[in-house]
């Protein structure tokens, strides 16, 4: 049985949110700057960034790919080696660039620039082993792998690209959790495994049974086995007859990730501090707007739509502030920011959850 999430742990999630968006723009930042970094404004707009409309297509393709195979995998092989291999290399590919990013600029000459790749390449290796050895560390390893893909594809998309992709994102992540169900399927395989795919929050609550009800009871003891108890406490809090309740919150790599995206596009678009301030804002309300739709249903939830949402919403604002576009897309934004939140109202309303 879970109970509802509390509020220490939508806290703990939030933190971790906020380290990634604010990470990864100050990254952004001081790799943009010529002064310490080899690679300037206008190299990476010419060598860098300019992924199109058919990048974003490809690109979606591949997420769901990649989605089906993990799946299929997870069925088929009840193993652990391959899966864990994926994760090491995607813990090694993406912390690269974040490391990458922090040595060049403590270090930016040229010929410096091979020591450099390696140290960022052996520093992921090391993250990748420390979390085998503890796996407490599978939120660090996230967080970090996180940053590295939000600022790779912030680079690379601009911001008409990076925001249809998370529009996009957004449907795909309503269809997988509401619809077909698979997200569900591989959150669970990711989670079983421990995978740094995810970031997670777990607390155990011990409640006496007469604050039970009889079907609480029976389907918190469903999930019990004394035998598999190894802790000398908990085993003498059963017998005492005071029952151990989980109660977890899960959010996705890619929830991390993609509004990591969306802000880095737009800082390095339209080099506008206060844009990419707002978009982390908005995204922030949107996170706090799922745990407290998560904290009220209790059922699983795509994170992405109420992101999307949020952000347009800062993106209307940002708009009409700073007028980095013309003022008919503060209408836009807005607009697709209520869009988006209707299909989730509709299924939680209808019961589709």
Known sequence: MNRRIEYRQVAYILSLFLIVQFGGILLTT????????????????TTISGGGPMSVLWLVLYLVIGTIVVIMISRVYHGDVILRLLEAYVIIAASFFVFFVVLITF????NLLIPVSVASVLIGVAIVFAKMRFPQVRNFAAVIASIGVGMTLGYYFPFASAWLLM????????VAVFVTKHMITLAKAVSSRNLAFLIGSSDVEVIPKKYLSASEEKEIRKTINTREIKSPVIKRLVREGKLPVLSQVQLGAGDLGIPLMLSVSAYTTFLSFFTANMLIAGACAGLLLTMTVLRKYQVPLPAIPPLYASMNFALAIATAVTGILPITWVGIF????????????????????
């Open 107 to 110: 270090f930016p000459q040229q």
């Open 167 to 174: 529009g996009i994102i957004a449907i795909y992540d309503y």
């Open 334 to 353: 807005a607009g697709v920011g209520v869009l988006t939140l209707v299909p989730m109202y509709y299924a939680l309303t209808r019961g589709r959850s």
């Open 30 to 45: 001081a790799f943009l700057l010529p002064a310490q970094a080899p690679i300037t404004t206008q190299n990476l707009n």
